[in-house]
């Protein structure tokens, strides 16, 4: 009897230590705890950083965790993605789903200046929004006909972040037989701020 519950409790550990418990429950709890404790502001941050991770690595799962889809094209537009997404927004009401992000990725991130969020959070220095609400940059690169320009602006419950380039004067002096230097745009990304999460709202393209 002895040896036949002393089997029954070895195999009860066995099978314990074969299968432990997800961790999951456990992540989800420290994620969640882990912004206990800051300001509105510190929360921003740590947000702002999570996204700019995301750009940074290419991480197409993290970045649609940014999106409410479908995005309607009136947000966020995008044409001449190739027959196929063109037919596929068409049939979903001139919107793009989250399928269609994922698909056609790496053709939206070079479509949408990805690169110039990177660019963006290597110049800025995102800690300064504890003090302050706007956050701006201007890369001129010598003898270029483009300067590049960068900002941050938090206002209320919308987060504004916008990137893009503007004729170097210097340079078109010292070229000024050129016709055009520098092809301007400005790209600007509107995101809702609830305390907790950002969530793009819209993006509008000047130039």
Not at 82 to 99: H, L, M, R, Y
Not at 166 to 195: P, R
Request: hydrophobic content about 35%; overall charge neutral; some cysteine.
């Amino acid at each position: 009897m002895k040896k036949l519950i002393t089997v029954m409790v070895i195999a009860a550990i066995f099978m314990a230590c074969s299968n432990p418990k997800k961790p999951q429950d456990t992540t989800k709890v420290a994620k969640e705890q882990s912004t206990e404790g800051l300001t509105d502001k510190e929360k921003l941050i740590a947000e702002l950083n999570r996204f700019k991770l995301a750009v940074q690595t290419k991480d197409k799962n993290e970045i649609t965790g940014f999106f409410i889809f479908p995005v309607a094209d009136s947000a966020l537009t995008v044409y001449d993605m190739g027959d196929e997404f063109d037919k596929q927004k068409v049939e979903n009401g001139n919107a793009i789903t989250k399928k269609m992000f994922i698909d056609n990725f790496n053709s939206l991130y070079s479509y949408l200046d990805f690169d110039e969020f990177s660019n963006l959070f290597r110049y800025l220095k995102i800690n300064e929004i504890t003090t302050r609400n706007s956050l701006s940059y201007e890369h001129k690169p010598k003898n270029e006909g483009c300067y590049y320009t960068y900002h941050i602006d938090v206002k209320n419950t919308e987060v504004t972040i916008s990137y893009g380039t503007n004729t170097n004067d210097e340079y078109f002096k010292k070229h000024s037989d050129e016709a055009e230097v520098c092809s301007e745009y400005l790209s600007i990304w509107v995101f809702d701020w609830n305390g907790k999460k950002l969530v793009f709202k819209k993006q509008m393209v000047a130039g």
